[in-house]
């Protein structure tokens, strides 16, 4: 079946240090959305991103969907404490309507 | 603007005991999710509503698991008798969508409900 894949599934950077995970699709999507998770938290929308090759920043953060709308990234510029946490991608699963999400990417930080 | 609620934040019980979980979405959204998430895992849908209609079900365990969102505002997920596979945090989110589209709202988490079974 469809299924949304994200890598890696765990990062550790010092502070200041970029990151970036990996979102990758079996199917092409119509859209692609973005959560963050804070340790014990629960999931905050951050975008979506619904054109081909679209690219959409959130100061630090930039958000990239592939030109074949399988495969999409976030990027992080300069980590900084309060990115801490886990970082999910969803699509939605073609002939039914409703969101996949990937296994997410936990991100921990050395101050 | 209030978020989506849920109650209660934790419940600890023993396996074959019921539990039920309740959730008020934000005032307005058409569309409420229920969603299991496993340690380390994304939230795996269980049931999605549009009003009061369940569109997709489809991830509910029929034989434990029922939901109801009666008058098409807040819900109710119950697991009778609970395993302790289920175990697990369950979400409650709500949405503005349109009906029959793939495109999709941003959904609103609520705080969720850590099960523990023992």
């Known amino acids: 079946g469809q299924q949304v894949m994200q890598i890696p599934q765990y990062q550790h950077v010092q502070e200041g240090e970029d990151f970036t995970t990996y979102c990758n699709s079996s199917t092409t999507l119509s859209n692609i959305q973005w959560y963050k998770q804070r340790p014990g938290g629960h999931p905050v929308f951050l975008i979506q991103l619904v054109k081909s090759g679209e690219v959409k920043k959130q100061k630090r953060l930039t958000f990239q969907f592939g030109e074949a709308k399988k495969n999409s990234s976030l990027h992080i510029t300069a980590t900084q404490t309060t990115d801490v946490g886990t970082y999910f991608c969803a699509g939605p699963l073609q002939g039914a309507q409703k969101l996949v999400f990937g296994q997410g990417t936990r991100l921990t930080i050395n101050p | 603007e209030a978020g989506v609620v849920q109650s209660p934040r934790y419940k600890i019980i023993e396996k074959k005991q019921p539990v039920a979980f309740w959730c008020n979405p934000i005032s307005g959204h058409n569309t409420l999710y229920w969603y299991r998430q496993n340690l380390g895992q994304g939230p795996e849908l269980l049931i999605r509503?549009?009003?009061?209609?369940?569109?997709?079900d489809s991830q509910l365990p029929k034989d434990r698991f029922s939901a109801e969102r009666l008058k098409g505002v807040d819900s109710t997920l119950k697991i009778q008798p609970a395993e302790l596979g289920d175990s697990a945090v369950y979400l409650c989110?709500?949405?503005?969508?349109?009906?029959?589209?793939?495109?999709?709202?941003?959904?609103?988490f609520g705080p969720g409900t850590r099960l523990t079974v023992l």
């Open positions: 989110a709500s949405s503005l969508d349109q009906g029959g589209s793939s495109y999709y709202n941003e959904q609103f």
């Open positions: 509503y549009e009003n009061e209609e369940a569109v997709d």
